[in-house]
């Protein structure tokens, strides 16, 4: 197994361990679980510290690769392709350091802990292989493979009388996402002439031949929307705040924070670079369709009374910005919307986790129930209250610069929509985050949460380490543009390499190359 | 002359007479034993089979009648090892029956040499009379269990529709033998490439129509699918079993060879027959399952949807969609066996066969909880099991003509929609056995060892066809390879 393969081949192997190990030991099934994941998010980690910018051919490193099917009579080649570039390496390391604080949390499951670890361990595992692979049926592979985990969990462990309606729907609404985004992969494997699943290859092939228009007319559509349904694209965001809702805690943190970036990470890896033409027809739409995301689930949002619909409406509106920055296909937009996937990653994962701690103890997390939670639980009340400014894009916090950089990138290409999401952004965005502190946070102490605890020094840890991740790469971005940009340029080139009329121009890219260096200084 | 060729359906039949008079030596208490015997006898032709034929030539014996080539070798295996695997369960079962348990064994074998006989039909005359082998034995398996109504309901039903069905498939024979002046496949395929005007004849046509109302019937696909939940409701369970992995393959290889030898030159005016059946078989066992409650029935109607996935398959008229038929078989024989095996168990512990009696299942035997888990995860195609990957080939196969017709893109839709509707049902079982309320009896349910082979087979089954498919993929490929198919 090579450092990359390890990452996810880790919490798999540790799944199959834990299904071994007696129900009874559950102290025993615990400890693998935190100590597959966090031997994961440290490999994660090394990952990250030695990957360099330096270009390589295909532009991806670590790459491993092994035969796994090929049969040439029916055309079919299907191999293990494994690699990272600037792109999917932040959310390798990403999904890792969330599956060890989704680890951390699960805690509070207090029945069918054997099932839940399993469980828990093959989402983390399909995770990070998702975004491992080159290959795009182990992309789609690896993705079911963490999604069904996804239902179960919620329909097992999951909160709230919703739940049934919550599991079906989400269920339901992410199944048809997949198969549309699967049916968009087929028809790219047949339609690219190349039979082949292997983006490396699928890359080449399309650069020597570009996909003939009525293909990419007809599979982009079908990307855009699969994924788009993944990822909570308004409208078909409505199961996300549902789902998350009910969702243990665990779950929602690595669907919320890891699992959803699949669907964009497809668009830009796939749709984006092998459909310029296709993608041209729809951005426009998209870049609309965003500000239903950011404005229309913020004044959501807004209106939500429970702690976890408000955030998994936040999150939806988060997904936006995320589109808007590859809707606007340029260096700086795109760069930031990588960061914003990273970042929204932790924020997402951290708010849940603190929402899930605070119903642990409470029972309830309706904001009017609650109030004047700072002075019981300082450090619980301290991260929900950084947690929230992050939200809102507070500079000094990962977000603010990915958001920052997706509205100077999409300011160039959409000033309209720009200026809509920039407010919707701030205002709405601020209106609840903050409104939803002074409910549980401020206000008079009332006598039924005088007996609440803040976390112990173990609870601490997960929140202490997404904290830190946010606030590390909101003082030092760098440490990610910098192997984001020649990957995101990369795309945009192929992207901007449609027809002759557009033809590219390598002169504005490095003058946004440029400015991109430029403004991940700012945000210091 | 190439008698040597039918050796393997000769020791079937043998095998099942000397259950019958071995039968006349054992003493009641001891007539598992048989069941056990039976087992062996079958598992060790499965092994030779691999012995003595290597499916890379076609021989024909029997002036042509009998064909073994891979095909036919593919599916012999097949149906050997479903019954294998179905004996196993059948010999658990067998307690249940006051009476004629070695005569319940022994039809299942000649039941088992209607399928292998059927697997090398090259004949109008062999598709019939094996064809009926299987069907006539099987009206005395549905109604197994004389003392219960259901089961005699079941059999009665199954009587009058297959009785009906099988004049369908004789006056079809009878049109075309009328049409053309030959039963034999090969020679109806020369004689319909040498004379284009043959293939524009209305007899011809309207023979084969029928013929396919026979093999539908046996697919269960619809229009013919009508008798399909109330004999899988009301038959044993290894019946049931047995009908829904044997008797549907049996279909789909007569299907096959009606198709890609007898008639390739006129198949693709059948293109959108069968992708109309597809899409309504799809669409009507899925939406049919959702209300279900009693888990027999509920799989009976999965099983019509999974005939709907098979014609998607046929539909696409190539050997891509020819061998992904194949591998969603092959995944089909471990997933439902595996279903069956554990349903049969929990009915017998249970007394009912509702969904609610899974209850508790995974406090009470995790072995069975794990398999009918996996089973029926891998039915609703999900990774990283055997059903995914041969629903995924399928699904490539019908994207693939969608570039030469776009109607195959709204058959895709449609088998999308009928796997949507699937997660559903397939996932209230699976709820049924972890997060339902009202399990009170949490009594551990004891598994014997044969089953728990039976069972460990199927789950390595499904896992090997999923992570695995390489091997598996290339032996459909090969099989495939004689059919005349684009």
Redesign the interface.
Known sequence: MSLLSSIFLLPLLAALVVLCIPRNYKFVIRLVTLGATFASMLLALALFAKYNAAPVENGFKFVERH?????S??K?DIGWHLGVDGINLGLIVMGAIVAFAAACVSREIKR?EK?YYTLLLVMTGGILGAFASLNLFFFY??H??AL?PT??MI??WGHGENRNYA??KI??YL??GA??A??GL??L???SGANTFDIVELTKAVKARPLPLAAQSLIFPLLLFGFGILVSLWPFHTWAPLGYGSAPTATAMLHAGVLKKFGLYGLLRVGIPLMPDGAAAWLEILAFLCLGNIVYCGLVAMRQKDLNLLIGNSSVAHMGFIFLGIASLNLVGVTGAVVVMVAHGFLAALTFGLSGALRAQTGTLEMEKLGGLLRQIPFLGAAVVMAMLAGCGLPGFANFVGEAMVLFGSWRAFPLVTTLATWGALIIGAVYMLRAVRNILHGPEKPEWAALKDASAWAKVPFVLLLAALLLLGVWPRLLTDKIQPSAAAIIAMAETKTADKAARPGELKKAAGEAKQRAVQPR | MNASLIVLELAVVLLGLVVLVQDWFTPAKDRRTLGYGAVLGVAVMLLYSFFAFDGTETLYAFGNAYVMDGLALWFKRFFLLAALLVLIMATEFSERFDAGQSEFFALILFALAGMMFAASANDFILLFVALELITVTFYVLVSFLRRRVESLEAGVKYLILGALSSGFLVYGIALIFGATGTMNFNELADKLANNAALGHKQLLTAGILLVLVGLGFKMAAVPFQIWAPDVYQGSPTPTTAFLSVGSKAAGVVLLMRLLGTAIPDLAFNLEKLLMAMAAGTILYGSLCAIPQRNLKRLLGYSSIASAGYLLLGFAVMNKAGSSAVLYYLAGYLFTVLAAFTVIAIVVQEAGAEDISSLSGLAQRSPLLATSLTLAMVSLAGIPPLAGFFGKFLLLKAVIAEGVRWHAYYWLFAVAVVGVLISLYYYFNVVKAIYWSKGGTDLTPIPVSLPTKFALLVCIAGMFWLGLNPDGALGLAVEAVKSLRLA
Do not use: D, R
Request: aromatic residues 18%.
């Open positions: 035969a796994w099917v090929s049969v009579a029916l079919l069918l099932e592979f690896f079911e493979l069904v239902f179960i329909g097992v599991t079906f269920t339901i199944s048809l198969l549309i699967l049916a087929i028809a494997y047949i339609q």
